[in-house]
């Protein structure tokens, strides 16, 4: 995926060079952050502070986990000497029991948010490109790259719209942005 961004981002800047070397007029390119808008964006925020809830009650769940287990392992560790080796192998099947459902619930909790960043991510950048395109239009713009690509090497800082998109986004297009949903 990333060889694949750094090629289309690669081929992006070769055409913008090529225009511009054949050309007589210059040619205006302007340059945004997705990831300052997708985080500084009214939408952005709110979709983040969900996600945070979220991520808050999942971390109250595991740690309430980790506490019984480090309990149980307090427990076996006290009673290892006067348990009989029967009684002590099945303690010690129990905790690994236990211990497996926390690991499971971990990386299930952890399955479960990227899913849902990826959702909010999926929502929000084909609104934020339309405001880009409209942004790039009206400003009569050559070309808008994303300076997390890591091709860009030099940029005029007049030319960076990410603010300008947030503006234009929070505006109206923000308004339906996805809110992260925590699973029942």
């Known amino acids: 995926m990333k060889k694949h961004m750094y090629i289309t981002g690669l081929l992006a800047i070769a055409i913008v060079f090529v225009l511009s070397a054949t050309e007589a007029d210059a040619q205006k390119v302007g340059f945004i ?22 991520v ?9 986990k980790e506490d019984e287990l480090k309990k149980l392992k307090d427990e076996l560790e006290k009673q290892k ?4 080796a029967d009684a002590l192998r099945d303690k010690e099947a129990s905790y690994q029991v236990k211990f497996r459902d926390y690991q499971r619930q971990v990386q299930d909790a952890n399955e479960e948010l990227a899913k849902s960043e990826q959702t909010i991510t999926g929502k929000m950048i084909p609104e934020i490109l339309k ?6 239009k009206q400003g009569k713009y050559d070309a808008i790259l994303d300076l997390n690509n ?12 990410t603010k300008k998109i947030i503006e234009e986004y929070n505006k109206g297009a923000g308004k339906s942005a996805p809110a992260a949903k925590g699973k029942k």
Do not use: T
């Open 33 to 54: 952050n997705m990831r300052a808008i997708m985080s500084q964006s009214d939408a952005g925020k709110k979709a983040e502070a969900e996600l945070r809830k979220v």
């Open 81 to 84: 000497s006067v348990l009989s």
């Open 131 to 136: 405001v880009v395109e409209l942004v790039g």
């Open 56 to 64: 808050e009650k999942k971390k109250a769940d595991i740690a309430k």
């Open 150 to 161: 890591p091709v860009v090497v030099y940029h005029d800082k007049e030319d960076n719209l």
